[in-house]
């Protein structure tokens, strides 16, 4: 059994993927070829943004998000510590300082309350400039964005929503991807919408955002080609990947986030009252990026994780590490108690999931639980 099955989706589907490769290949438009374009209308449509602005990867897209809206030396802009390293690293990686904020053990998401204690303190000190706050729907589920406007409003920020993991899911059907100002996601491969290497996108409604995004992703290009009027950075999506996600994002759209809603489901029905299971809330729908369950201890889940090995099922920790713990981030200062980040670090254990699982082994996996926590 596979953690995510990637071949086993590209051997259901691999004639229409082979002639999407093809098709690049007879016309060897290997950069901004027409697939990029025609994958951008489709991203836009299917997300409810303006403008889609595809590019090299979600960490690029992140990075570019930041630089579009001028995010530089002395801003703060407020991350959650429970997420992948990119979340923060972007912040850094272009000189300003990220500011680590709790997350919600039920959601797995930036805790609101953190966020607003962590402004209020940023405030008081007074050295740095409140500039944005960048949360991440962690395994697949949107934050609470309604409540986080509100926030961003009252202090005059703006919101890049890293939607790296949260592609295809939506708050009473407004979709991850439109909310914000800016929204990323990731084409990486183990994404719920992965491409066969690296990709990304950005997407906003704002026309000069978008204009700014399409010069600083090509060498801070001006009108004509040749003529560079900002420094920008080389994140494009190959042609082949932008055909290989062209036929993908159907397969996404016509059964995948359905099939990993009913994988979720069913490991719902049959783990509830083993172990907590991951809540989401009413009106909430999530893309399963990942499904994770929480154990009442460390060496419970180190017990459990053996067990599921010596069966043949593989499970993952995400995240092991909360980001303000990283070897990185040794000495960076905290402004609130980010204790929720660690404990769920100690006790979270990921479960195989893709949309070609089979309901037998989803059981054999609740089974597998159940017997060893018994
Ligand atoms: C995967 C991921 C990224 C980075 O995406 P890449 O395409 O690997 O650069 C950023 N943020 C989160 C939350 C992610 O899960």
Redesign the pocket.
Known sequence: MEFIDLNKQYKNHKQKIDQAIQTVLDKSNYIMGDEVKLLEKKLAKYVGAKHCIACA????A?TLSLMCIDVKKGDAVFVPSF??F??AETVSYINATPIFVDSDPKTFNMDLDSLEAAIDAVKKEGILNLKAIMP?D?FGQPVDYLRLEKIAKKYDMKIIE?G??GFGGSINGKKVGSFGDLATT???PA?PLGCYG???AIFTDNDDYEKLLRSFAVHGKGSEKYDNIRIGMNSRLDTIQAAILNVKLNLFKDFELTRRNEIAQRYNEQLKKTVIIPEVPQDYYSSW?QYTIILPNQEVRTKLMEALKNKGIPSVIYYVTPLHLQTAYANHHNYVDLSNSETMANTVLSLPMHPYLTDEEVDFICDTIKEELK
């Open positions: 990867n979600g960490t690029d992140l997420t992948f990119a979340t991440a962690i890293d790296a993991q990731s084409f990486f994404k690296d990709g990304g990026a």
